[in-house]
């Protein structure tokens, strides 16, 4: 059962003996066991955030093609690469509303929107609400109720009643006091907020309504 038998064992079997193949299924099973790849399977790609891409953006009815890095939040991207500096910079991690825009006219953070995830959205900021020189119908209810002090806020606070209208054309003051609680004013011009809310409502169906 030595040499003669491993030759044996060879020549029966193509040229492999019994011993070889039984090696062979143990190192297969060890390696399917363990997880261990070979040097074909392909590796996963993974995009570096300094690696630039094409894009196309759609902010308000306008096409800008541009390269971005995968990591730029449409909020940087609006202000530092387009100069539409209505959108503003807030706490940047989706707490204060300062930064509201609408994308397919749903209210959205854009600090925590990448400017990748928005291409063939169509993006409305503030200056998209008026008309050349012309106040939109919300801006001018926010300019009459003198609904800011600071004013930080206010774009955002535009954005979010603007949002509300779009999807709801007649809220309700609950309503109204939900569409804009994503939003905050550190100065606490809430009432007049809501006010020009109702007042924008009235504008935008036509309808003087209380000034």
Same mark, same amino acid.
């Given at each position: 059962? $030595?040499?003669?038998?491993?030759?044996?064992?060879? &020549?029966?079997? $193509? #040229?492999?003996?019994? /011993?070889?193949?039984?090696?062979?299924?143990?190192?297969? &099973?060890?390696?399917?066991?363990?997880?261990?790849?070979?040097?074909?399977?392909? +590796?996963?790609?993974?995009?570096?955030?300094?690696?630039?891409?094409?894009?196309?953006?759609? =902010?308000?009815?306008?096409?800008?093609?541009?390269?971005?890095?995968?990591?730029?939040?449409?909020?940087?991207?609006? /202000?530092?690469?387009?100069?539409?500096?209505?959108?503003?910079?807030?706490? @940047? /991690?989706? +707490? *204060?509303?300062? *930064?509201?825009?609408?994308?397919?006219?749903?209210? /959205?953070?854009?600090?925590?929107?990448?400017?990748?995830?928005?291409?063939?959205? @169509?993006?409305?900021?503030? !200056?998209?609400?008026?008309?050349?020189?012309?106040?939109?119908?919300?801006?001018?209810?926010?300019? @009459?109720?003198?609904?800011?002090?600071?004013?930080?806020?206010?774009? #955002?606070?535009?954005?979010?009643?603007?949002?509300?209208?779009?999807?709801?054309?007649?809220?309700?003051?609950? !309503? =109204?006091?939900? $569409?804009?609680?994503?939003?905050?004013?550190?100065?606490? &011009?809430?009432?007049?907020?809501?006010?020009?809310?109702?007042?924008?409502?009235?504008?935008?169906?036509?309808?003087?309504?209380?000034?």
């Amino acid at each position: 059962m $030595g040499k003669d038998s491993d030759e044996n064992d060879r &020549a029966s079997h $193509g #040229g492999v003996t019994r /011993r070889g193949f039984i090696a062979s299924v143990g190192v297969g &099973a060890v390696v399917a066991a363990t997880g261990v790849t070979t040097a074909e399977t392909a +590796e996963p790609q993974v995009v570096k955030p300094e690696e630039m891409a094409k894009i196309t953006l759609l =902010i308000n009815g306008r096409k800008h093609r541009m390269l971005v890095e995968p990591r730029w939040s449409l909020l940087y991207v609006l /202000r530092e690469k387009l100069g539409l500096t209505g959108t503003k910079v807030g706490c @940047e /991690r989706g +707490e *204060c509303g300062a *930064c509201t825009v609408l994308v397919n006219g749903v209210p /959205r953070y854009a600090c925590l929107t990448l400017a990748i995830e928005a291409e063939g959205q @169509e993006i409305t900021t503030l !200056e998209g609400l008026m008309s050349g020189e012309e106040l939109g119908p919300v801006q001018v209810a926010f300019v @009459e109720h003198d609904a800011f002090q600071c004013g930080y806020c206010t774009p #955002g606070q535009i954005m979010a009643v603007e949002g509300l209208l779009r999807k709801n054309p007649h809220p309700s003051d609950a !309503e =109204i006091r939900l $569409g804009a609680s994503g939003n905050l004013c550190r100065c606490g &011009a809430y009432l007049n907020i809501f006010k020009a809310a109702d007042r924008a409502a009235h504008l935008k169906a036509g309808k003087g309504g209380k000034p």
